[in-house]
Antibody, heavy 122, light 107 residues
Framework: QLQLQESGSGLVKPSQTLSLTCAVSGGSISGGDYSWSWVRQPPGKGLEWLGYIFHTGTTFYNPSLKSRVTMSVDTAKNQFSLRLRSVTAADTAVYFC??????????????WGSGTTVTVSS | DIQMTQAPPSLSASVGDRVTITCRASQTIDNYLNWYQQKPGKAPKLLIYIASNLQGGVPLRFSGSGSGTDFTLTISSLQPEDIATYYCQQNYKTPWTFGQGTKVEIK
């Protein structure tokens, strides 16, 4: 069965860049009717969707992140990545990657990684 | 952005009780609505998609209904393992947005 695993920098200094990767195993990132999302959850708070990417490289980013975010996909390594520039303490959160299954125009996040904690602190 | 408002923010119920959580969208979202369950320290888990479709492996005591702006998640008979926070999420329009969550506890 498909599994997702996040990895990357757990501690990032303010104004620097957060970089995370989501490794996909048990299936191909290029197969089927799927896109791939990032979702984050600040400590004690709710969920915020950051954006998604298709295996073709097509992306949609949450405008709340303005121009700070970049998502990319590496089909050869079967993984996708998130970069968030100019981080502040407000970016401290658990970051999840997820698979979005779509049927027509309907999308739903049916497989999730376990999440990785990122702390922004000097 | 479409705002999703859940009620109540938290609830306490007894084992075996019927539990209902509501989710209201700030504009019509047809049936582009999903429900997730999140247990402490864990990733969210998909329960219901397209408003009323039960995800595979999810117990039949969970059900979803609604269309337009008003939606409901129902647990027909609350079990101890249902202790979690529940989130609705719209995928009608990007950016996808979540409700603020409803925390369910056992009385």
């Amino acid at each position: 069965q498909l599994q997702l695993q996040e990895s990357g920098s757990g501690l990032v200094k303010p104004s620097q860049t957060l970089s995370l990767t989501c490794a996909v195993s048990g299936g191909s990132i290029s197969g089927g009717d799927y896109s791939w999302s990032w979702v984050r959850q600040p400590p004690g708070k709710g969920l915020e969707w950051l954006g998604y990417i298709f295996h073709t490289g097509t992306t949609f980013y949450n405008p709340s992140l303005k121009s700070r975010v970049t998502m990319s996909v590496d089909t050869a390594k079967n993984q996708f990545s998130l970069r968030l520039r100019s981080v502040t303490a407000a970016d401290t959160a658990v970051y999840f990657c997820a698979r979005d299954r779509y049927q027509g125009f309907y999308f739903y996040m049916d497989v999730w990684g376990s999440g990785t904690t990122v702390t922004v602190s000097s | 952005d479409i705002q999703m408002t859940q009620a109540p923010p938290s609830l306490s119920a007894s084992v075996g009780d019927r539990v209902t959580i509501t989710c209201r969208a700030s504009q019509t979202i047809d049936n582009y609505l999903n429900w997730y369950q999140q247990k402490p320290g864990k990733a969210p888990k998909l329960l219901i998609y397209i408003a009323s479709n039960l995800q595979g492996g999810v117990p039949l005591r969970f059900s979803g209904s609604g269309s337009g702006t008003d939606f409901t998640l129902t647990i027909s008979s609350l079990q101890p393992e249902d202790i979690a926070t529940y989130y609705c999420q719209q995928n009608y329009k990007t950016p996808w947005t979540f409700g603020q969550g409803t925390k369910v506890e056992i009385k």
